[in-house]
């Protein structure tokens, strides 16, 4: 009888196996998907490249697929140090397995919005300590961590579908006392958590639209700037209709 010609579905690598020979194997599956392409496009988004693979992100998802939750591997890919290996972490830890003070250590490694992001989006916002994170990284200095904060809440409006209306409402405090944060890549989030709060339901929408009409009158021109285009959204027949205020 023939062989079948169907190929084998490959599942997680085996949990057994030495923390530094699954290691080995993400990051040379990392390195196989790599481009020039990939690792020359990282300049146009403002993404640091001289400690990366050139890898797109459906790529490295992927090769997240092939390990499953593991949060010692996750350890060991965030303390490589590539760019890709970090942003693999993120769909490799086991966010119920994660504490305070990894998140805190995490954080203040970040370098760029990218790996903010996909920490924040896919990670950080899946763990029991998120909420504290908003209040305390809102408070940080640094660009990527304080943006971190924003970043965190902009994910649980999407992800916490437990979460009554007081969080957000306290995250729309701290959004106007960042709103006068002129640096891009704070400011762009402060924008998006703002936004994304008042789509969540009528009564954030409200809440949402009086902190956006306060901004967009503020003398300063970051504050009114964040005011007024989140206001464009929040006020528009899109949003208006999706939360039930029409």
Partial sequence: MAASSKKTKTGPAPSDLPVAALLKQ??????????????????????????????????????????????????????????????????????????????????ADFDNWAVCDTLCFALFDRTPHAWAKVAKWAAKKDEFQKRAAFALLWGLTVHDKQAGDAPYLEGLSLIEAAATDERNFVKKAVDMALRATGKRNAALNAAAVKTARYLAKSADPTASWIGKHALKELTGPAVVKRVGRG
């Avoid at 020039?36 to 490249?49: H, N, T, W």
């Avoid at 990366?52 to 965030?78: C, D, P, S, T, Y």
């Fill in 26 to 107: 993400a990051l040379d599956g990392l390195k196989a998907h790599a481009t020039q392409a990939d690792l020359d496009g990282m300049a146009r988004y403002a993404i640091p490249s001289d400690q990366a693979f050139g890898v797109a992100m459906n790529k490295i998802q992927a090769v997240a697929k092939q390990f499953g939750r593991n949060h010692e591997l996750a350890e060991a890919l965030w303390q490589s140090g590539w760019y890709e290996a970090r942003l693999l972490a993120a769909y490799v830890d086991d966010p119920a397995q994660m504490t305070a003070a990894q998140m805190d250590r995490w954080c």
